[in-house]
């Protein structure tokens, strides 16, 4: 099974539309994460999550808004997509105390 | 602000030969510094931390060093093969907190026949 999935893995769409993400981990990990990779590679955060509460929010444009229903899901919606948004989303998971991360394998995004 | 730097340029080395891959950084030295491997269309994988402490960290073919003088990481891998081909990162977490890893933007490692 896969520790950290999130779907789907490519996504297509116009400006002006709104979509979402799906992230979900089996680890039992207390803290999830949203990192944006750009078309040079930089890969940054945007979003942490611990026991479904928000505590780091990296100025990400408030068209982004996370949502963890509960502490093995941590969902990215994304309103109005801009061409800008085009980027590889990673969801990732880490246990409180053990400071390394379990990435998906992320979500193309390509705004047209 | 923080930054970290790694060799921009990809790096092509011989199988059976040892890769070296660089990751500088500014500013104050973290707790800690991590290195992950990232293969095409996947996620990065974990694969080693150091800790400010400890001057080196080896897992089978692989060796981490950190000079918190010269703001400096190193990554070997001894015996390369072409399974190692891959993007490798490094990542700090300045905060100190263990939440905020920053990445820097890797080097592309390329180990040929």
């Known amino acids: 099974d896969t520790a950290v999935s999130q779907t789907p893995k490519y996504l297509v769409t116009q400006m002006g539309n709104d979509k979402s993400i799906k992230c979900e981990q089996n680890l039992g990990h207390d803290t999830m994460y949203w990192y944006k990779q750009d078309s040079k590679k930089f890969l940054k955060i945007m979003f942490s999550?611990?026991?479904?509460?928000?505590?780091i929010n990296e100025t990400v444009p408030n068209r982004f808004s996370p949502k963890s229903p509960d502490k093995a899901h941590l969902n990215l919606h994304i309103n109005s997509l801009e061409l800008g948004d085009s980027a590889v989303y990673f969801c990732?998971?880490?246990?409180?105390?053990?400071?390394?991360?379990?990435f998906g394998n992320g979500t193309r995004l390509t705004v047209t | 602000s923080q930054k970290i730097e790694q060799n921009s340029e990809a790096l092509n080395i011989q199988e059976g030969k040892t890769a070296t891959l660089t990751c500088n950084y500014t500013?104050?030295?973290?707790?800690?510094l991590q290195w992950y491997r990232q293969d095409p269309g996947r996620g990065p994988v974990f694969l080693l931390l150091?800790?400010?402490?400890?001057k080196e960290k080896r897992k089978e073919r692989l060796k981490v060093t950190f000079d918190t003088t010269l703001k400096q990481s190193l990554f070997h891998i001894t015996a390369s093969q072409p399974a190692d081909s891959a993007t490798y990162l490094c990542?700090?977490?300045?905060?100190?907190?263990?939440?905020?890893?920053?990445f820097g933007t890797g080097t592309q490692l390329k180990v040929e026949l």
């Open positions: 150091i800790r400010e402490n400890e």
């Open positions: 990732a998971s880490s246990q409180d105390g053990v400071n390394t991360l379990h």
């Open positions: 999550y611990n026991n479904k509460e928000l505590i």
């Open positions: 500013n104050y030295s973290p707790a800690y």
């Open positions: 990542a700090l977490d300045f905060t100190g907190g263990g939440n905020k890893l920053t």
